[in-house]
């Protein structure tokens, strides 16, 4: 019975194998496939970080935070010790 069940396990697996790969070769190879008339992505993505440089270049200053890490982290930990603080019972008065 072991030998009957291995059997159809490894026959099972072949067959998927053999349609994994015919599969795999049915599809278009995508080295060799045209683009369409806009042309090339590549091209068309270094286009659009050359324009978003540019605009950097001219002016447009980074976004800078409200708040220093300092700052920050001790509104963190404010907010854990309040959480904390509701959390506990109030019968510990």
Known sequence: ???LLKWIVVTI???ALV???KRRGAEPDVSTASYP????PADELRRKLAESREANEE???PETPEATVEERREDVHEQGRAALDEMKPSDES
């Open 37 to 40: 008339a806009a042309g090339d």
């Open 1 to 3: 019975m072991r030998k």
């Open 19 to 21: 349609r994994w790969f």
């Open 13 to 15: 697996g072949i067959a």
């Open 59 to 61: 002016g447009e200053a």
